[in-house]
């Protein structure tokens, strides 16, 4: 029996001591703003080599809060990725914009190049959302903000699933005019509940993030915006600064047990992934594409008997959903988005997973044929 992720895998000591971290908050009440809010946002900008972190309340609200610091609202259009987790897409109608949606890439799951192109040359969205995808990103990063940055488009980076990850011997946000993450439990750094940030190298328009993330506030009683609360509280920066000093160790664990499996799985029709050259991945999440789908229902059945954990991330794409329609008129680029969906397959990985269990996992798969 292997869990798809554990959640309650804790280093020795790790509970005791956030034990007492959560007495000492409790003690003295400190569970908005602070000291811990502080800490976590000067820790994040010196791992992620960017100039400004905005803590804020989840993922989602990060993607809103980017959009509408950068003046994306009503009349305009987005770039979304077809192949990403729905927040990407609602963010955007959430602020009163719509999206269209872009075909992806199927050899690292990032947006396709020629596709975007396109899309920026016929559509001219006021901004484009493109999202770091299974702990890498897209090999066409450079080229992506190039085109961005030549025809005065705004380029979000949603980085929910890439915290950690490494582009160019740098941080994967070092470069970026404005990117977002999530600090979701099953994170590669997560909290004990919902929380994220924005990062960014603009000055003013963190300014703005922070102002939004805090009902428009520009003094106590005073507002410049119609903003609203986002604010992560200190008792999630407080885990967030405790799980910190575990990160380097865990995302080593992660990386570990991904090539494992790259290394030890030897079935024809199981394809790993290609991690683009030039990438350190953080370990999130380990993909395996199977093009033949009478063998991946059996597979998937062998790991339900067998009791181990998968998933499929993403099963359907956006353009799929049954609202998309509604509020995306176009669609740039194939079908890789579907296709790839369809071939999915992702094994277990989390932090410290024994090498029992992992030899469980590739023996199980190996055997399925």
Known sequence: MVPFIDLKRFEPGFLEKWYAIIRKLSVNAQF????????????????????NVISCANGTDAIQL????????????????????????????????????????????????????EAVLFARPKAAIIAHLYGWGTKDLDEIRLI??????????????????????KPIYSNTFIATTSFYPAKVLGAAGDAGAVFTNNSKLAEKVRCLSNHGRSSHYGYKYVGWNSRMDSVQAAF?????????????????????????????????MSIPHG???NGYCNVMLIED???????????????????????????????ASKYSK??????????????????????????????EVVDTVNSAR
């Open 240 to 272: 967030l600064n405790h799980a910190f000093d575990y990160l380097d160790d865990r995302i080593k664990s992660r990386r570990t047990s991904d090539q494992y499996y790259r290394k030890n799985i030897n079935v024809s029709d199981v394809k790993s």
């Open 32 to 51: 908005v703003g602070g000291v811990q809010i502080e800490t976590l946002e000067h820790r994040i900008k010196k791992f992620c080599d960017v100039s």
């Open 66 to 117: 980017a959009l509408r610091a950068t003046g994306v609202g009503p009349g305009h259009e987005v770039i979304v990725p077809d192949l990403t987790f729905w927040a990407t897409f609602e963010a955007v109608v959430n602020v009163g914009a719509s999206p269209i949606t872009v075909d992806v890439s199927l050899n690292d799951g990032g947006i396709d190049i020629e596709a975007f192109r």
């Open 330 to 359: 176009r669609h740039f680029g194939g079908q890789n988005s579907k296709k790839l969906a369809k071939s999915v397959l992702n094994l277990p990985l989390f932090p410290h997973m024994t090498t029992a269990e992992l030899k």
């Open 279 to 281: 990438y350190g991945e």
């Open 293 to 323: 789908l009478e063998f991946k229902s059996n597979l998937e059945f062998a790991l339900k008997s067998a009791k181990i954990g998968f998933g499929n991330i993403y099963p359907s794409t956006i353009s799929e959903q049954v609202c």
């Open 148 to 169: 961005c940055n030549e025809n005065n488009v705004i380029l979000i980076e949603d980085g929910a699933q890439c915290f950690g990850a490494i582009w160019k011997s």
